[in-house]
């Protein structure tokens, strides 16, 4: 294996400044940053989609965004992205960002420094400036944005058919997990079933939660019962939280479906391992992150009659936590 001093040896140069040249930091003369690519091409030196997009102004390099990385909804998508492009011989750079602004901003800088020719963001900041500053080809993923070309699921009609089952199985005192109010994703849902829920003959009562963390989804499963101990059906924002509240309810005593009954959202492979199994609203996370990869690589190529907006469906997938009918 071709190694970063066989590049130094070849080049003339010491292991840094090797290093610098890779990095895009620090200074590096003009003659001495040829040497080394040079060398890096006569080298095939891995990873040869850095070296070749140094050398060649080249890349098969795509970045990929995501908000979170420990929720299993994001791998699944990220999955049906990396599977996408590697078909055509791309590859990706992952970048994790918490839903924090500055790292989102760290890792955008370390992708344009490795000449990616295109970006897929999940993130929730797409409003600022920022993303129409980096003339790069962009694709928004599980959420839609003004101008960008999006591919996302149904969100409004999500929460509205997890409401609308909920009814259909007789639940009279129900109870609205609203998501986080900066991640569109959830508003839409949350509206889809307020939409519902407002025109039917049940009570209804809404609980906001500020996170789709694992830490914090307990605390809003235990928020719940304490406001809400009387229940008998819970719209959860999305799986964890609905499994933090199946655990809960449990806790207390209560009978999974008959005393309360539970939909999560997202379906993610969690939703089959817990017990009772969580019916939920299943969006196709590994088809989305497919179909976006796909729409990215079109526009790369420049091909102007690709669809631009995909909005897929949504659909109910009944386990444990609903009554059969």
Same mark, same amino acid.
């Given at each position: 294996m071709v190694t970063i001093k066989d590049v130094a040896r070849e080049a003339g140069v010491s292991v840094a400044t090797v290093s610098r040249v890779l990095n895009n930091n620090g200074y590096v003369g003009v003659d001495t940053r040829k040497k080394v690519m040079e060398a890096m091409a006569v080298l095939e030196y891995s990873p040869n989609e850095v070296a070749r997009s140094l050398y060649k102004r080249e890349s098969k390099l795509i970045g990929l965004l995501l908000p979170d990385i420990t929720n299993p909804f994001f791998p699944q998508l990220a999955r049906g992205v990396e599977d996408e492009l590697s078909k055509s011989g791309y590859r990706l750079l992952l970048g994790n960002s918490d839903e924090n602004m500055d790292k989102e901003l760290e890792y955008i800088q370390t992708f344009v420094q490795n000449h990616v020719v295109g970006l897929l963001t999940a993130t929730n900041h797409v409003e600022d400036t920022l993303y129409d500053s980096l003339k790069l080809p962009i694709v928004m993923l599980d959420r839609a944005y003004g101008h960008y070309p999006s591919v996302y699921s149904d969100g409004r009609e999500g929460g509205g058919l997890a409401a609308k089952t909920l009814i259909d199985k007789g639940a009279k005192r129900i109870t609205l997990v609203k998501g986080p109010a900066h991640i569109r994703p959830a508003q839409d849902r949350f509206k889809g079933a307020m939409d519902v829920l407002s025109e039917a003959d049940v009570d209804f009562a809404v609980l906001a939660t500020t996170s789709y963390s694992f830490e914090e989804a307990k605390g809003f499963a235990e928020e719940l019962f304490i406001k809400y101990p009387n229940t008998d059906g819970v719209i959860a924002?999305?799986? $964890?939280? @609905?499994?933090?509240? /199946?655990? *809960?309810?449990?806790?207390?005593?209560?009978?999974?479906?008959?005393?309360? #009954? $539970?939909? @999560?959202?997202?379906? /993610?492979? *969690?939703?089959?391992?817990?017990?009772?199994?969580?019916?939920?609203?299943? #969006?196709?996370?590994?088809?989305?992150?497919?179909?976006?990869?796909?729409?990215?690589?079109?526009?790369?190529?420049?091909?102007?009659?690709?669809?631009?907006?995909?909005?897929?469906?949504?659909?109910?997938?009944?386990?444990n936590t609903t009554r059969k009918e």
């Amino acid at each position: 294996m071709v190694t970063i001093k066989d590049v130094a040896r070849e080049a003339g140069v010491s292991v840094a400044t090797v290093s610098r040249v890779l990095n895009n930091n620090g200074y590096v003369g003009v003659d001495t940053r040829k040497k080394v690519m040079e060398a890096m091409a006569v080298l095939e030196y891995s990873p040869n989609e850095v070296a070749r997009s140094l050398y060649k102004r080249e890349s098969k390099l795509i970045g990929l965004l995501l908000p979170d990385i420990t929720n299993p909804f994001f791998p699944q998508l990220a999955r049906g992205v990396e599977d996408e492009l590697s078909k055509s011989g791309y590859r990706l750079l992952l970048g994790n960002s918490d839903e924090n602004m500055d790292k989102e901003l760290e890792y955008i800088q370390t992708f344009v420094q490795n000449h990616v020719v295109g970006l897929l963001t999940a993130t929730n900041h797409v409003e600022d400036t920022l993303y129409d500053s980096l003339k790069l080809p962009i694709v928004m993923l599980d959420r839609a944005y003004g101008h960008y070309p999006s591919v996302y699921s149904d969100g409004r009609e999500g929460g509205g058919l997890a409401a609308k089952t909920l009814i259909d199985k007789g639940a009279k005192r129900i109870t609205l997990v609203k998501g986080p109010a900066h991640i569109r994703p959830a508003q839409d849902r949350f509206k889809g079933a307020m939409d519902v829920l407002s025109e039917a003959d049940v009570d209804f009562a809404v609980l906001a939660t500020t996170s789709y963390s694992f830490e914090e989804a307990k605390g809003f499963a235990e928020e719940l019962f304490i406001k809400y101990p009387n229940t008998d059906g819970v719209i959860a924002s999305n799986d $964890i939280v @609905g499994i933090a509240v /199946i655990h *809960q309810a449990l806790k207390l005593g209560k009978v999974i479906p008959d005393d309360v #009954q $539970i939909i @999560g959202y997202d379906d /993610i492979p *969690q939703c089959s391992l817990s017990y009772p199994t969580l019916s939920t609203i299943r #969006q196709p996370a590994y088809e989305m992150g497919r179909q976006a990869a796909r729409l990215l690589l079109s526009i790369i190529k420049g091909e102007s009659e690709c669809e631009r907006t995909m909005q897929m469906p949504v659909e109910f997938i009944e386990r444990n936590t609903t009554r059969k009918e």
